[in-house]
């Protein structure tokens, strides 16, 4: 007799990005799940590479399919996958997936279907098919409370059917924090003070505030003519933010760095006094917790997800939205109080390790699925 199966459909396993490392740890715990209970697990993501993949997350080796963004051939796959099946789950891991689990539970009645939002995807009202496949499904999750508000109240899917579900840490950086010694800071890294922004530089998503951050840097150069910003990150806004930063004559102030390993990432989180980012559209904000891994105090704005993550004076600093000087007088602050950085950051490490470890997730998660 068939087992049960879970069916997980990704947007992408293999990229840079919040939605990404979300999915993979997902289908990481999907599948510690699914093994659990005797069942099997399939994978799919839509705009993968054509073909079969491999990748490690959180301890496991996780297999799955690519389908190189053709939409219609994920679609009959996954409907394919679901024939016959004598009961499961299908979770979408975006809500631009909710209309394939849609007709996959239309194939088979037996199945669940449940579907992932992140953010920003929801805080607009979907085209009204997608809208009514994302209402449609069984469970519809959210990271945060301000994402699981959007789900009601702009995508208009029933309150019974939403679920919050905290997105949680890769383990790697837990062990990469405890021991950051061994972590290999990338060439040209300032000597100094330092600042860290992480995040994606694109065009589409200046939210992220990183105008903000260099303006407030800025103003603060003259009071602390010793301090740096790095900004971790690549996207097609970079040539943009380097002018910003030389029309401001910045240069030797403000640093980018693109393209670099997950063990370099973790050297700037050590090496950095303060993590940063004022962004306005984070539907949860996994950076933030990376920093806190590293007993790092975070400074973010009163907006979106961050709101969940960020206890003002808890762990971190809130300041209002699209305000440099108040970013400023954020960052004025935790520079010149060394107490209480150290403060909120270890507040911040014991947060990260309690509320958002992976195997806290697993189990929320779990719980979600049912039986």
């Given at each position: 007799?068939?087992?049960?199966k879970?069916?997980?459909?990704?947007?992408?396993?293999l990229g840079?990005?919040?939605?990404?490392?979300?999915?993979?740890l997902t289908?990481a715990a999907?599948?510690?799940?699914?093994?659990?209970r005797?069942?099997?697990?399939e994978?799919?993501a839509?705009?993968d590479?054509?073909?079969?993949h491999?990748?490690?997350?959180?301890g496991?080796?996780?297999?799955?399919?690519?389908?190189?963004?053709?939409k219609?051939r994920?679609?009959?796959?996954?409907?394919?996958?679901?024939?016959?099946l004598?009961g499961?789950?299908?979770?979408?891991?975006?809500?631009?997936?909710?209309?394939?689990?849609?007709?996959?539970?239309?194939?088979?009645?037996?199945?669940?279907?449940?579907?992932m939002?992140h953010?920003i995807?929801?805080?607009?009202?979907?085209p009204?098919?997608?809208?009514r496949?994302?209402?449609?499904a069984?469970?519809?999750l959210?990271?945060?409370?301000d994402?699981?508000?959007?789900?009601?109240?702009?995508?208009?899917?029933a309150?019974?059917?939403v679920?919050k579900?905290?997105?949680?840490?890769?383990?790697?950086?837990l062990r990469m924090?405890?021991?950051p010694?061994?972590?290999?800071?990338p060439?040209?890294f300032?000597?100094?003070r330092?600042?860290?922004?992480?995040g994606?530089?694109?065009?589409?998503e200046?939210?992220?505030?990183?105008?903000e951050l260099i303006?407030a840097?800025?103003?603060l150069r003259?009071e602390?003519?010793?301090?740096h910003?790095?900004?971790?990150?690549?996207?097609?806004d970079?040539p943009r933010?380097?002018k910003?930063?030389?029309?401001?004559?910045?240069t030797?102030?403000?640093?980018?760095?693109?393209?670099?390993q997950?063990?370099?990432i973790?050297?700037?989180y050590s090496?950095?006094?303060?993590?940063?980012l004022?962004?306005?559209?984070e539907?949860?904000?996994l950076?933030f917790?990376e920093?806190?891994?590293?007993?790092?105090p975070?400074?973010?704005?009163?907006?979106?997800?961050?709101?969940?993550?960020i206890?003002?004076?808890?762990?971190?600093?809130?300041?209002?939205p699209?305000?440099s000087?108040?970013l400023a007088?954020?960052?004025?602050r935790?520079?010149?109080?060394?107490?209480?950085?150290?403060?909120?950051?270890q507040r911040g490490?014991?947060?990260v390790?309690?509320?958002?470890a992976?195997d806290?997730?697993?189990?929320?998660?779990?719980?979600?699925?049912?039986?």
């Amino acid at each position: 007799m068939a087992k049960k199966k879970i069916i997980g459909l990704f947007p992408e396993l293999l990229g840079i990005g919040g939605v990404q490392e979300a999915g993979r740890l997902t289908a990481a715990a999907l599948d510690e799940i699914a093994r659990s209970r005797g069942w099997t697990t399939e994978f799919v993501a839509l705009n993968d590479p054509f073909g079969p993949h491999s990748l490690g997350v959180a301890g496991r080796a996780i297999s799955f399919r690519g389908f190189g963004r053709m939409k219609v051939r994920f679609t009959l796959s996954g409907i394919n996958r679901a024939f016959g099946l004598p009961g499961g789950v299908v979770l979408a891991g975006h809500p631009n997936l909710a209309p394939p689990a849609s007709w996959m539970r239309r194939t088979n009645s037996g199945l669940k279907t449940i579907v992932m939002s992140h953010g920003i995807d929801v805080w607009q009202p979907l085209p009204g098919g997608r809208r009514r496949a994302l209402a449609g499904a069984d469970l519809v999750l959210g990271p945060s409370n301000d994402t699981t508000r959007k789900l009601v109240d702009v995508q208009h899917v029933a309150q019974e059917k939403v679920r919050k579900l905290a997105w949680p840490l890769n383990p790697a950086f837990l062990r990469m924090a405890e021991a950051p010694e061994r972590l290999p800071l990338p060439a040209g890294f300032p000597q100094g003070r330092v600042i860290l922004t992480v995040g994606r530089w694109a065009a589409a998503e200046r939210y992220k505030g990183a105008d903000e951050l260099i303006r407030a840097m800025s103003q603060l150069r003259a009071e602390a003519p010793g301090v740096h910003l790095v900004a971790v990150g690549g996207g097609d806004d970079l040539p943009r933010l380097r002018k910003l930063v030389t029309d401001l004559g910045m240069t030797g102030s403000i640093h980018f760095f693109e393209n670099l390993q997950r063990e370099e990432i973790g050297a700037c989180y050590s090496r950095a006094e303060i993590f940063a980012l004022p962004s306005t559209g984070e539907g949860f904000g996994l950076v933030f917790l990376e920093a806190m891994a590293f007993s790092k105090p975070v400074l973010g704005v009163c907006c979106g997800g961050a709101t969940d993550v960020i206890e003002d004076d808890v762990n971190g600093l809130m300041t209002a939205p699209g305000n440099s000087e108040e970013l400023a007088q954020g960052l004025r602050r935790l520079l010149s109080d060394v107490p209480l950085r150290e403060r909120l950051g270890q507040r911040g490490a014991q947060i990260v390790r309690q509320k958002y470890a992976f195997d806290v997730f697993r189990g929320e998660l779990e719980s979600v699925l049912g039986d």
